[in-house]
């Protein structure tokens, strides 16, 4: 493109040689400007935050593509009464006579621009025009092109508008690194971009002061941070005539003159997070007696004026179809830096009632969890936590729970832990809100796998609740539960139905059968049973729980658990098949109410692929387990119990699909972990380890893999029984062990002790039942016993082939004359 100029350049600020990024900026202006081709042209406007470039991105417009115009003209608007005359002086370059007056000079001007005399290639820059009616019958329409710049949002009703936002995180470090080269490093612009929240007027007024000052990056941070205001009034931009803090106390000292409650509404504004605010934050319910915002909010009419008055100022940025406006960090900054400290603690008390006032109350409703997202983002910068008012102090907790049901939970025990820390030391440990706090962030530390910080806390928290609130209130009871969850945590599965069996026997006396709460802790006493391998109870209480959850309406999480639990009970208790129907049913449910990552949903998709594998579909769940696993050590981390156990369920997976090497390395990764989260006694530690010694008989180390397995029974024993689900599984591939080494007598034995045990545990028609059955028989015949191998073998493979169905892996290997083993798929507690 050519460089020459036109033949009229007039006004035009120089350019910024400093200019950066903006391209897609420009592009899209030039597109929109060339978009209309007809005689007359529609003028074109950047709208935006003040300091977000537009008059630079305007300049360089001019600049870059001056060479496609014969006459360029800068008009600073930010004064409507001089733009006539301004308009007037281009008449000496379009070769006008003189005029009698201002006015009849202007308009020869508009008339000479839009019939394209001397010039159809013009460009009229409009500069800082804020209202539109203060000049739209200034403005020439014609074969030229007119740009306008403004921070009024209103100009979207008369003209084309493009969006002028901050910086793009990367623009900005590019800008920072341009501006002050070695001295600073791409950490450090990021931090002081992070700060000044990508504000271009910011960022560059930043540069120059710490280019000139040779002012360190962090003491710049915290001088920001501690006197914001002073600080940006010490260095203008080089391209802008005023400082930041000038040109905000400016904008802020018009909008006062004209309507002062949107000033007062702006200051509440700088309190609470930069992220959007729900407007429903502002509705007249939440008033509390004494609120500074009383006045106005009590007047929807004075509310939409001063929230109509702050986006026409470009002070807040609103989004119609999220119902938020946003208020820059900076400007907050600035804002509650002027603020007096009696006024920052009314300001922000003021904001705590505005957030707890709308909250939805249920945060296990996931079409409220958008509303969440948005309250949540507000609770740290807002300083909830240090509020005593017991309806903030319950927001926060709702909050807290949110972030748990979400499956956020790094960011709930953060939250929780700060919350306990603080209101212990402002309430007491044995306050019911430093209680109920204790609560949830036993229930965070048991999603998070900490099972050992959860005993202690839920432990201590249970007692204190009955101390405090009495054995039988609603927050004890739900302790109770929580204490239930943390004992099946540490493998102490009967203690855990005990509490839980207590537990239900108060919820049904007070709350009734039918109330919500009393439906949970039947579904815990379920998953006791289940953990105990009592699966027929476990089933027929699931049963029951689903049923009921989903003619209740309960919530969408609840029902995806109870679905979930119901079809591994199905699936333990022998029937394949059924399980992968409502496995799937479970998962495809999963992920379209709650998305495919949320922990329900992930642990959903782990089922599923354990009943693929158990129905016959190897493949199937083999390729669902890798790609659940895959995505579980994504957003956990390895050492996660759900991460540990889809490693575990991957390994049984590609074990049973002949890749012995792959099931080896994961079987050995996943039991690097599990003495670490569960404990080297925990029932679920030694069924791992029966896992493995099976993958090391497979690969040819049998020796090994019977000691193994004999230390795992011998644990199971102490821990569970041998009449175990765990301890029968295990016993099982000891006696393939056995056999395999030759030592038949000894397999014969545990064979037969295992046999008995599963009669009485375990029905004729259970996998179990079925699979020792089968072992038996070729340890019978191995041992002399072949008229009675003969008849086991027979009885057992017509079981088979009806319960397991004739093509089923298992089944087939039967008729072939293998061993069958078993394994363990740990389940969540």
């Known amino acids: 493109m050519s460089t020459q100029g036109p033949k009229v350049w007039e006004r035009v600020p120089k350019r910024n040689l400093n200019f950066t990024g903006r391209a897609d900026l420009l592009s899209a202006l030039r597109k929109s400007i060339n978009t209309v081709t007809a005689v007359v042209a529609q003028p074109q406007t950047l709208q935006g935050l003040g300091g977000v470039g537009k008059t630079q991105l305007a300049i360089e417009y001019a600049w870059q593509y001056r060479a496609h115009y014969d006459l360029v003209f800068w008009i600073s608007a930010d004064q409507p009464m001089l733009v006539p005359s301004s308009l007037a002086a281009m008449g000496p370059f379009l070769g006008l006579p003189p005029a009698t007056g201002t006015e009849q000079a202007?308009?020869?001007?508009?008339?000479?621009?839009?019939?394209?005399?001397?010039?159809?290639?013009?460009?009229?820059?409009?500069?800082?025009?804020?209202?539109?009616?203060?000049?739209?019958?200034?403005?020439?329409r014609g074969p030229g092109h007119v740009l306008i710049t403004s921070r009024n949002s209103r100009w979207s009703d008369h003209e084309l508008t493009i969006q002028v936002d901050v910086f793009k995180r990367e623009e900005s470090v590019e800008f920072l690194l341009k501006r002050l080269g070695s001295t600073m490093t791409v950490a450090q612009a990021d931090q002081v971009a992070d700060k000044l929240g990508d504000l271009p007027l910011a960022l560059e007024q930043a540069a120059a002061l710490l280019g000139r000052t040779l002012m360190?990056?962090?003491?710049?941070?915290?001088?920001?941070?501690?006197?914001?205001?002073r600080l940006l009034s010490l260095e203008k931009a080089p391209t802008y005539p005023q400082s930041m803090t000038a040109a905000w106390q400016i904008s802020v000292s018009q909008l006062e003159d004209r309507v002062p409650e949107a000033v007062e509404l702006l200051r509440c504004c700088a309190f609470f997070g930069?992220?959007?605010?729900?407007?429903?934050?502002?509705?007249?319910?939440?008033?509390?007696t004494g609120?500074?915002?009383?006045?106005?909010?009590?007047?929807?009419?004075?509310?939409?004026?001063?929230?109509?008055?702050?986006?026409?100022?470009?002070?807040?940025?609103?989004?119609?179809?999220?119902?938020?406006?946003?208020?820059?960090?900076?400007?907050?900054?600035?804002?509650?830096?002027?603020?007096?400290?009696?006024?920052r603690v009314d300001l922000r008390h003021e904001v705590h009632l505005l957030l707890a006032g709308p909250r939805p109350a249920n945060p296990d409703d996931t079409t409220k969890w958008p509303f969440f997202d948005q309250l949540a983002a507000h609770l740290s910068p807002a300083k909830v936590v240090e509020c005593d008012d017991s309806r903030v102090r319950e927001f926060a907790l709702i909050i807290a729970r949110y972030l748990y049901v979400r499956g956020s939970y790094k960011q709930a025990q953060a939250?929780?832990?700060?919350?306990?820390?603080?209101?212990?030391?402002?309430?007491?440990e044995r306050h019911a809100e430093v209680l109920v706090a204790r609560q949830h962030l036993g229930n965070v530390y048991r999603a998070l796998a900490m099972y050992r910080k959860a005993y202690e806390i839920d432990s201590n928290s249970l007692q204190m609740m009955r101390d405090s609130l009495g054995h039988e209130h609603s927050e004890t009871l739900w302790a109770m539960g929580g204490y239930a969850s943390t004992l099946r945590g540490r493998g102490d599965f009967l203690r855990a139905r005990e509490v839980d069996e207590e537990s239900l026997e108060a919820h049904e006396r007070i709350h009734g059968k039918d109330d919500a709460r009393t439906l949970r802790t039947r579904n815990n006493l379920a998953i006791d049973h289940a953990l105990a391998s009592e699966y027929g109870k476990a089933r027929k209480i699931l049963g029951e729980v689903y049923n009921q959850a989903t003619n209740m309406d309960a919530s969408k999480r609840f029902q995806l658990q109870a679905w979930?639990?119901?079809?591994?009970?199905?699936?333990?208790?022998?029937?394949?098949?059924?399980a992968t129907d409502l496995s799937e049913d479970a998962y495809t449910y999963g992920v379209r109410e709650l998305g495919e990552d949320h922990p329900d949903t992930l642990l959903a998709a782990k089922d599923h692929a354990v009943s693929l594998r158990r129905s016959g579909r190897l493949l199937d769940g083999l390729d669902l387990m890798r790609g659940t696993r895959a995505r579980m050590d994504r957003l956990y981390g390895d050492e996660h119990a759900d991460t540990m156990a889809a490693t575990m369920g991957l390994s049984n997976a590609l074990r049973a699909s002949g890749e012995l090497d792959e099931a080896r390395e994961m079987a050995e990764r996943a039991l690097r972990h599990y003495p670490e989260v569960f404990g080297d006694d925990h029932p679920f530690t030694h069924a791992c380890r029966t896992n493995l010694?099976?993958?090391?008989?497979?690969?040819?180390?049998?020796?090994?893999?019977?000691?193994?397995?004999?230390?795992?029974?011998?644990?199971?024993?102490?821990?569970?029984?041998l009449e175990h689900d765990y301890a029968v599984t295990c016993a099982i591939n000891l006696q393939?062990?056995?056999?395999?080494?030759?030592?038949?007598?000894?397999?014969?034995?545990?064979?037969?002790?295992?046999?008995?045990?599963?009669?009485?545990?375990?029905?004729?028609?259970?996998?179990l039942s079925l699979i020792c059955a089968a072992n038996l028989s070729q340890d019978l015949r191995e041992t002399g016993a072949k008229e009675e191998a003969e008849r086991l073998y027979g009885e057992t493979l017509k079981r088979f082939e009806v319960i397991m169905g004739r093509d089923h892996p298992d089944t087939l290997a039967v008729q072939a004359g293998e061993r069958l083993n078993s394994d363990f798929d740990p389940p969540p507690i």
């Open 564 to 578: 979930s639990n119901l079809s591994r009970a199905v699936r333990l208790s022998g029937q394949f098949q059924v």
């Open 106 to 140: 202007t308009q020869r001007v508009i008339r000479a621009l839009e019939s394209g005399t001397p010039y159809r290639k013009w460009l009229v820059i409009f500069d800082n025009a804020e209202e539109p009616d203060d000049i739209k019958d200034l403005i020439p």
């Open 216 to 229: 360190s990056v962090e003491e710049y941070v915290r001088l920001l941070d501690e006197q914001t205001g």
């Open 693 to 721: 010694a099976l993958v090391m008989r497979l690969t040819g180390d049998a020796a090994s893999a019977r000691d193994m397995n004999a230390r795992a029974l011998a644990g199971l024993d102490g821990r569970v029984g």
């Open 415 to 428: 939250l929780l832990e700060e919350f306990i820390e603080k209101w212990t030391e402002r309430s007491g």
């Open 291 to 343: 609120m500074r915002l009383e006045r106005i909010l009590s007047d929807p009419i004075k509310l939409t004026n001063a929230l109509s008055n702050l986006e026409r100022y470009a002070l807040v940025k609103v989004e119609p179809s999220t119902r938020t406006l946003q208020m820059h960090r900076l400007n907050q900054a600035l804002l509650r830096d002027e603020t007096s400290e009696a006024d």
């Open 274 to 288: 930069p992220e959007p605010i729900p407007r429903d934050v502002f509705r007249r319910g939440n008033l509390s």
């Open 736 to 767: 393939n062990d056995l056999a395999t080494l030759g030592e038949f007598d000894q397999a014969r034995r545990l064979g037969e002790e295992n046999y008995r045990r599963i009669q009485v545990y375990f029905t004729p028609e259970h996998p």
